[in-house]
C-alpha cells in the first residue's frame, strides 16, 4: 500500500486561505481516485473532496466553490486549496488513496491507505 503524509495545515482567520498538500510514497497515477476527509471533534469522519485520474472532481456541498482538490502525478501528490475558511472547518484532515465507484457518493470508494492527518484551526 502507497503510504501517504498531509502537510499544510495550521491556523487560520476566517475567510482566510490554506492549502493542503499529501504526497505518496510511490507513484499516485495508477491510483484511480483520491481523496480528502476531515474529522471535526466529536463528529464521524466526512469525505470532503475526490479526484479521480481523469482529473474529474467531487465536492461536498459545505466546501463547494471554496475548496479545490487537484493532483500532480510527477510529484506524486495530492492539493487541497482550501479558500474562504470558516471557523466550522476546523477539523484534522486526512487523505485517503481509493477508487472509484459510481454507487458511491461522489463516486469514491476509500481505500486503506490514510495519511496521519494535520490539524486545520480557523478563529471568527
Known amino acids: 500500500q502507497v503510504q501517504l503524509v498531509e502537510s499544510g495545515g495550521g491556523l487560520a482567520q476566517a475567510g482566510g486561505s490554506l492549502r493542503l498538500s499529501c504526497a505518496a510514497s510511490g507513484s499516485i497515477s495508477n491510483i484511480n481516485a483520491m481523496g480528502w476527509y476531515r474529522q471535526a471533534p466529536g463528529k464521524q469522519r466526512e469525505l470532503v473532496a475526490t479526484?479521480?485520474?481523469?482529473?474529474?472532481?467531487n465536492y461536498a456541498d459545505s466546501v463547494k466553490g471554496r475548496f479545490t482538490i487537484s493532483r500532480d502525478n510527477a510529484r506524486n501528490t495530492v492539493y487541497l486549496q482550501m479558500n474562504s475558511l470558516k471557523p466550522e472547518d476546523t477539523a484534522v484532515y486526512y487523505c485517503?488513496?481509493?477508487?472509484?465507484?459510481?454507487?458511491?457518493?461522489?463516486?469514491?470508494?476509500?481505500?486503506?491507505?490514510w495519511g496521519q492527518g494535520t490539524q486545520v484551526t480557523v478563529s471568527s
Open positions: 479526484i479521480r485520474s481523469s482529473g474529474a472532481a
Open positions: 485517503n488513496a481509493g477508487g472509484i465507484n459510481y454507487a458511491r457518493p461522489y463516486y469514491y470508494a476509500p481505500g486503506g491507505s
